[in-house]
């Protein structure tokens, strides 16, 4: 199966990565010349447009930062759809554009999956991220073997579209996370408390989340690097802020969040690190949240697994 894949950016480049790792047969394209030629380097073969990508590959995923630049790309290979042809949506992104964007590949004769990725860039890199797909089941079982490659737990959602809604809730929850750390370190710095015990603290307790055991390390290291940047986050809680709006749940914490990673924005600029997000409180206080023996950066050290599908309760016998 040849499979094509845009967008080499900080997810896409890692989960295109796991597919070279895995001797795929991959074309790929991106803006950037040169993340596509050290990829050719490494095997791949690169493509001059999207829909030369769809007229000579069987999938293509595309992982892109906005919406806006998913409709560009797929607005491209429409024409190059045909029967059997496969389009896999690996960005966060609105269920409305996906369902959108998947109907025209649909009426071509194609078939359509959002499968956003969920477990930060570091598992993407090993091929151990999770993994969630909307689409019917017969798509599902089809495109099943290459999700496997990409991640290791996989769920299948629903129909095209429900996992566009699910990913941008646990978004939603990781950045509520985040949030929650960064006044927790502060409040323990502020009376005093030893950080690397406070992070060891949460970290054996009913306090301790993905988020603490992960971020926080690179928060008390300094460098606050995950590969995940402020201007994404404002859209990924924009994005679950807009399903609840539009299905009447009146929210009080997620409004709070938008106008906190404004306030972030403003400071720091759109291109920020997520985690930079703690310099509002570093800044309101004076005190410096680093503690010596943490890593600058966020790395899997399980070893790649071969993925499989995750089956929810109520469908296991």
Avoid at 205 to 214: I, L
Avoid at 274 to 303: C, H, N, Q, Y
């Amino acid at each position: 199966m040849k499979i094509g894949f845009v967008g080499l950016g900080n997810v896409g480049g890692k989960l295109a990565g796991s597919l070279l790792r895995n001797s795929k047969d991959l074309t790929v394209l991106d803006l950037n010349s040169e993340f596509v030629a050290g990829f050719v380097s490494r095997g791949a073969k690169a493509a001059d447009s999207p829909a030369a990508l769809m007229r000579d590959c069987d999938v293509v995923i595309t992982c892109l930062p906005s919406p806006a630049a998913c409709n560009a790309v797929v607005s491209e290979m429409l024409g190059e759809v045909r029967e059997g042809k496969i389009w896999l949506e690996m960005s966060t992104t609105d269920e409305a554009e996906v369902k959108r964007l998947g109907a025209e590949v649909i009426a071509r004769g194609g078939a359509a999956v959002d499968c956003p990725v969920s477990g930060g860039c570091h598992r993407a890199d090993t091929g151990n991220i999770s993994i969630f797909a909307g689409c019917d089941r017969a798509t599902f079982e089809r495109v099943l073997p290459i999700l496997t490659v990409l991640g290791r737990r996989v769920l299948h959602t629903g129909e095209l579209g429900s996992a566009s809604v699910l990913k941008v809730m646990t978004n939603y929850l990781a950045t509520a996370n985040l949030l929650t750390c960064c006044e927790a370190l502060v409040t323990m710095k502020a009376a005093g408390l030893d950080l690397a015990t406070t992070y060891e603290a949460i970290k054996i307790s009913s306090g301790t989340s993905f988020v603490h055991e992960t971020e926080s390390q690179v928060i008390l290291n300094g460098s606050r690097d995950i590969s995940f940047t402020m201007d994404l986050v404002k859209k990924d809680i924009g994005l679950f802020q807009e399903i609840a709006e539009r299905t009447g749940v009146p929210l009080e914490i997620s409004p709070l969040m938008i106008e906190i990673f404004k306030d972030g924005i403003a400071r720091y600029g759109e291109r920020a690190q997520s985690d930079d997000i703690i310099r509002r409180l570093e800044e309101a206080t004076g005190l410096d949240i680093t503690a010596p023996g943490f890593p600058a950066e966020m790395v899997d050290d399980e070893p790649e697994e071969p993925g499989y599908e995750v089956v929810p309760a109520r469908g296991r016998g």
